[in-house]
């Protein structure tokens, strides 16, 4: 008889950097993987009496059990050929599936991925979101900024709470330019600095490599609140994706 068991396991290794770990001396066919930080399982493996699935089987079965987010995926799953309500005492929302070839390895790898993400800590989504688009304010009090990348391409800047590598930064230069003038990459964070000083206290850096620079006419402040319903630049914030779409068009 078919199974994806061994399959199922080699993907997740591979796609999670994680073990298969088997805490359960009396069931050596049940195990799974769970985060390293908060010790969550994310797809458990076990072999059940294929009469506990339905019908007269007989002899046992390789399933794995993942948690599902979307309650109306799960019923969407459960209305679907191989797929069972958790056959797993974990809490939530889990579903499991046959592993016998009556669900294939490229429909069950996408539902492991979200039960990653759904069981991960705080921690580790915020490291696995895809990357984000930030406005950053620069005041002309403490820094020059209009010439910030004369002659170079990359510079520290203060790090936002929340932004990381490969986010891009679209600097907001204040009055008197009221502008947005520059958009910038990620490229380092967590770079330790103190400065306190008239209020303006830094205590890490991150690094910002120059893409593109905007006429300083374009994005400026009235524009921001007329057009996108930007009303105030006082820390990083995101953008609404009408100016998203804007700041990336090429013919701007």
Known sequence: MISLRQDVIDFVV????????????????????????????????????????????????????????????????????????????????????RLDGAVTLDSLRPLIEDSYLLTASTATKKALRPPKEWVIPSNLRYYDSV????????????????????????????APVSAILFKCVVT???MPWFYC??????????????LRRYDP????????????GVFAVRGPRGIPESLSRDLNDPNI
């Open 14 to 97: 591979r796609r999670f950097q994680t073990d298969f770990e088997n805490p359960w001396m009396r069931d050596p066919m049940s195990g799974g993987f769970r985060h390293a930080d908060n010790q969550k399982w994310f797809a458990l493996i076990n072999r059940v009496p294929a009469r506990r699935l339905g019908g007269d089987a007989q002899g046992e079965v390789d399933v794995v059990s993942f948690k599902v987010g979307d309650l109306l995926l799960r019923d969407v799953l459960l209305n679907q050929a191989g797929f069972y309500p958790g056959l797993t005492p974990a809490r939530g929302n889990w579903v499991s599936a």
């Open 147 to 174: 010439h910030a990348f004369d002659g170079v391409s990359e510079i520290d800047w203060k790090q936002g709470r929340g932004i990381k590598v490969d986010d891009v930064v679209y600097l907001y230069v204040g």
């Open 188 to 190: 380092q964070t967590d």
């Open 197 to 210: 000083e008239d209020g303006l206290e830094i205590h890490h850096l991150m690094k910002i490599r120059f």
């Open 217 to 228: 006419s374009r994005f400026t402040f009235d524009v921001l609140k007329r057009d996108y």
